[in-house]
């Protein structure tokens, strides 16, 4: 049995104040929450803040974006380790805006996730197709190349840590679900992927998890897919009401 992961990706927004005022409404409406894994990723500022409102709840923290390298002469970026200092136990690598907006390659973000294991974190890797790859019928080919590539000569002990996130870029703040089926679809490929590049027991262990304008009214239907092990949350992840309840998804 995996365990489910639901995570909210916050973006760019929320202040201190905001952010703490969230967080302090889940844990409020979450601390009986024990069979799942619950995180919030809010912006950089705010980390330190909200890590310290959550003290040792079951609610952890994850940083949104690092750097691959722990200090030096990188003015303006963050390491794994300083997000470690800062209370995070995750750190979302590999995410579509990071890809598109800031011309992440694969061969960057294999370096983030070797440094978030390095650091003793935990990545959530991010992959997933463009509308474009899917109507080509390149989702399988799209998605082989960001895991090879990202997945590059990462030991076995350090991928059996990362949660692996498909996030199709269509479905991201667009309000366009993958189906059911489309999402099971995919992560049936990537765990029969993994099987190969690593080996099934790792595999059938990973957790795989879906992104994509997940609301509380697709939540139950997407994680009773045998495949799906959990939920990366955007938009639905910013108001305190709708995330609890996509945190308690009624599987079938
Ligand atoms: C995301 O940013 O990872 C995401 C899935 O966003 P949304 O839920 O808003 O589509």
Known sequence: MRRPFIAGNWKLHKTTAEAVTLVKALEANLADV???????????????????????????????????????????EVSPLL???????YV?????????????????????LKAVADAGLTAVFCV???????????TFEVLEKQLRGGLEN??????????VAYEPVWAIGTGKTA????????????RDLLSRLYDADL??????VYGGSVKPDNVDGLLSQQDIDGALVGG???KAEDFIRIVRFLPS
């Open 34 to 76: 024990t069979d799942r894994d619950i995180v919030v990723a809010p912006v950089f500022t705010v980390l330190t803040s909200v890590s310290s409102a959550l003290g040792d709840s079951n609610i952890a923290v994850a940083a949104q974006n690092c750097f691959p390298e722990m200090q030096g002469a990188y003015t303006g």
């Open 83 to 89: 997000l470690k200092d800062a209370g995070c136990r």
């Open 92 to 112: 979302i690598v590999g995410h579509s805006e990071r890809r598109q907006l800031f011309g992440e390659t694969d061969g960057f973000i294999n370096r983030k």
């Open 128 to 138: 997933g197709e463009t509308l474009e790859e899917r109507e080509q019928g390149r």
């Open 154 to 163: 990462l030991l076995r002990d350090a991928m059996a840590r990362v949660v």
């Open 179 to 190: 189906s059911a089926a489309q999402a099971q679809q995919a992560h049936a490929f990537i």
């Open 203 to 208: 595999a059938c262990r990973i957790r795989i």
């Open 236 to 238: 639905a992840s910013l």
